[in-house]
């Protein structure tokens, strides 16, 4: 049960965040993008999740099922659309601070009649401007927590979920990990990132490994999720890049 309940947040996280661009220099980041995603859960029906791009190569939308995340650049801001059932929406409006990074994001739940909540939450960073901490004034938004070591996020917590972090430190991170596109709905083009490709999950006592294939080109093009001790795969996704 505690798998399972894992293999559902993490899922979960799964369809709703994307990626934005990477340092390796193996993989050419300006050439290819992630065009869609294909998750198939063990039992469950496909999900299909697509993704546009702006000029610059940033993340404008998010296609999950039909259901479209909308993502506003605006010089030093954002704005995040992300629709809700009954023609309600969320609309969060992150501020950038001075070295370019989320600073502070502000959310309100309405539909164009009536505000229902709003909220927000203070984004603090180390001296190494990694994303460490996120402070939150409202029940709606959990609190943040993120533990680094060696460039990579190795724990993260969020209200009261903690998981904790490995990675393949000999495989540099291609930003399509799990928890690369975790953060990619809440800071959009800015989303924090590891160093290396992550290895696995853990939460609740329970742990989830990451398998991946590669393309010719090293691309990761397949990725099948297995519970430790346990090599039935419990979910895969396949990734289809655009290239130039």
């Known amino acids: 049960m505690k798998a399972l309940q894992l293999l559902i947040i993490l ?6 965040y994307a990626c934005k661009k990477g340092d390796d220099p193996g993989i050419q980041p300006s050439r290819c993008k992630l065009a869609s ?23 404008k939308f998010i296609n999950q099922d039909g259901t479209l995340y909308e993502y506003i650049y605006q010089g030093d801001a954002f704005t995040r659309v992300q629709p ?9 409006y992150i501020q950038l601070n001075a070295e370019g990074r989320p600073s502070i994001r502000k959310d309100t739940i309405y539909n164009n ?3 229902n909540s709003t909220g927000a939450i203070t984004y603090e960073y180390n001296s190494r401007g990694e994303l460490e901490k996120g ?11 993120i533990t680094w070591q060696n460039g990579n996020m190795v724990s993260i917590t969020e209200g009261n979920t903690t998981m904790l972090l490995d990675y393949h430190t000999d495989k540099p991170n291609q930003d399509l ?15 924090p990132k590891s160093k290396n490709l992550l290895k696995s999950v853990s939460s609740g006592g329970q742990q989830i490994n990451f398998n991946y294939e590669f393309d010719d080109e090293g691309k990761i093009k397949a990725t099948t999720w297995t519970v430790a001790g346990n090599p039935t795969p419990v979910a895969t996704w396949q990734q289809v890049w655009d290239c130039d």
Do not use: C
Request: no cysteine; proline share 3%.
């Open 11 to 16: 899922l979960h996280l799964a369809v709703l």
């Open 113 to 115: 009649q009536h505000i």
């Open 84 to 92: 809700r059932s009954s023609g309600w929406v969320t609309r969060s």
């Open 37 to 59: 995603l294909l998750v198939y859960p063990a039992g469950q029906a496909q999900q299909t999740v697509s993704f546009q791009y702006d000029h610059e190569g940033r993340v």
């Open 135 to 145: 402070t939150s004034n409202s029940s709606l938004l959990p609190n943040l927590s």
């Open 177 to 191: 990990s799990i928890m690369g596109l975790k953060f990619l709905m809440e800071f959009g083009a800015y989303t």
